[in-house]
T-cell receptor, first 112, second 114 residues
Framework: QKEVEQNSGPLSVPEGAIASLNCTYS??????FFWYRQYSGKSPELIMF????GDKEDGRFTAQLNKASQYVSLLIRDSQPSDSATYLC????????????FGKGTLLTVNP | EAGVTQFPSHSVIEKGQTVTLRCDPI?????LYWYRRVMGKEIKFLLH????????ESGMPNNRFLAERTGGTYSTLKVQPAELEDSGVYFC????????????FGSGTRLTVV
């Protein structure tokens, strides 16, 4: 069983729509959850992190965490073409607060 | 503030050759991490330095990989001899504190072994 799974994509949405990215994880001891954005050929860039159950909003981004279901998601409202990138879900836990376990990523394309 | 710098950005080598990747972390960052993404797979942790000491090398795939961090500054990752399955993108990251929130990743080195 894969440790972190993301919807495989690619995901395509029209400009202005809501993009929904999903992630499940297998380790119930996972403590921190991160969403990174990676443009082609560039470094992963942290855009959201969440530690507690519920929603966390930052501008157009909302991260949602449900530890009972071992599920974390990222919603991007009013999607823009500049949001087109690969989104990586990552978690820490199991005794380590520094070692990230990543999913494979979901490629998002926002069409003008 | 300069970011994490990695070079070369691309390297193509033949199977059996040696390659050395370099990472320059953000100045003052004691923590340095190496990750790798093999094609079609997820990014995976390789190892973690605190200053010049290896704290966790549990992700190193085998003894063909040797990582060093001279004087707690830049780090090198040597692959000797390289195999086809070593192809991928090698990322370096650094942080001041021991918390992924503070991670800054480099752009990576794309290694192709032919």
């Amino acid at each position: 069983q894969k440790e972190v799974e993301q919807n495989s994509g690619p995901l395509s949405v029209p400009e202005g729509a809501i993009a929904s990215l999903n992630c499940t994880y297998s380790d119930r001891g996972s403590q921190s959850f991160f969403w990174y954005r990676q443009y082609s050929g560039k470094s992963p860039e942290l855009i959201m992190f969440i530690y507690s159950n519920g929603d966390k909003e930052d501008g157009r981004f909302t991260a949602q965490l449900n530890k009972a279901s071992q599920y974390v998601s990222l919603l991007i409202r009013d999607s823009q073409p500049s949001d087109s990138a690969t989104y990586l879900c990552a978690v820490t836990g199991g005794g380590s607060n520094y070692k990230l376990t990543f999913g494979k990523g979901t490629l998002l394309t926002v069409n003008p | 503030e300069a970011g994490v710098t990695q070079f070369p950005s691309h390297s193509v080598i033949e199977k059996g050759q040696t390659v050395t990747l370099r990472c320059d972390p953000i100045s003052g960052h004691d923590n340095l991490y190496w990750y790798r993404r093999v094609m079609g797979k997820e990014i995976k942790f390789l190892l973690h330095f605190v200053k010049e000491s290896k704290q966790d090398e549990s992700g190193m795939p085998n003894n063909r990989f040797l990582a060093e961090r001279t004087g707690g500054t830049y780090s090198t990752l040597k692959v000797q001899p390289a195999e086809l399955e070593d192809s991928g993108v090698y990322f370096c990251a650094s942080s001041q504190d021991l918390d992924p929130f503070g991670y800054t990743f480099g752009s990576g080195t794309r290694l192709t072994v032919v």
